[in-house]
């Protein structure tokens, strides 16, 4: 399924569930108690749409809270690796009443309506909370905002006015574009004593963006560690997606308690602390490496020299992507590296653990180069540059074109439409 096909599905969901819960443009109550922001779709005033609570049933069955008292409900102190402990807490803490008491005299303004906007959005919509959308009017994000079901003059407007209402408002903006568009509101937000972001790259690089953070508001983050997109679906899914939280500036002295709240609101189901530095150096630095950028390299090596060395276009494809990417990566997403070698044959198991030490080391210089570029702003500063150019967009085409037109993208487009489930899409 290709990226647009994607999209729209979603928001055919979103739209469904939306009019099944009879949740309107934004009045909806969330799911059933004890489900959290992780597990609800809409509930409008005429009746309630409830998901079962699904969270955590391979965990649950592998441990008992008795067996271990880390799992008890509430928040957790875990070691993941002996000797360092870590805080994390969960949506269990904050049943959906709950939620909506904590939350009752709040106006939460979404500022900015790309993909985590899109997301959190509609969670919030859909678990009860009175929120408002601000974008620029009749632009692409305002058209997009009307499918999803937001009206204008209700909880839609363009983005000063939402700012003037809102009580927290989410800095979901781009990158580029957020300092300029803070500074042209910042004055005009009266009611506003929480500024949430799901990003620590402002306030990290405040002399690379211009961006001033203000001292009479609490700061907080909640990161959802994947795509907005990713974070509706999970959500539709009765399930919930993991996410960091940090505080920047307390003023209330409940800014962690708010972010944790807030992080459930949005459709976290598990919420690990971290500071705004930490999440955006871990989050520019895999994106870079081996969420993206890594993945894109190695994949395209390994192809290039097979071809090189004779192999067909559809053997090097297979052997390179398609079967790492629907049969080996779900083995360890789901169970662990371990068990995956386990999985396959003796052959691959003895070549796998002999050249994982080689790639390490050919690799260890290269990350360490772009963990410093990512430390001291050179990835911020190229980042910032790249998008406020007025070509971005069609640069930005131009690049991820290139990619598409290459050798192994176009094999891997015919290979995909022959996967069973795609026989009937055209792909």
Known sequence: MNANVARTALRAATRS????????????????????????AGAGAARSLSFAPTARPTLNKMLSATAKPWLARGLKTIEFTEGIPEKVYEREDWPLEKLQDYFKNETFAILGYGSQGHGQGLNLRDNGMNVIVGVRKDGASWKEAIQDGWQPGKNLFPIQEAAEKATIAMLLLSDAACANVYKSIKDKMPKTHTLYFSHGFQITYQSETGFEAPKDKDIILCAPKGSGRTVRSLFLESRGINGSIAVYQDLSGKALEKASAMGVAVGCGYLYETTFEREVYSDLYGERACLMGGIQGLFKAQYDVLRANGHSPSEAFNETCEEALQSLYPLVGANGMDYMYKACSTTARRGALDWAPEFEKACKPVLEKLYESV????????????GNRKTYREDFDKETDAIAAQEMWKVGHKVRALRPENADKGL
């Open 17 to 40: 569930s939306t009019r099944r819960a009879g949740a309107g443009a934004g009045a909806g109550a969330g799911a059933g108690a004890g489900a959290g922001a992780g597990a609800g």
């Open 375 to 386: 430390k001291n702003g050179s990835e911020t500063r190229r980042a910032l540059q790249f």
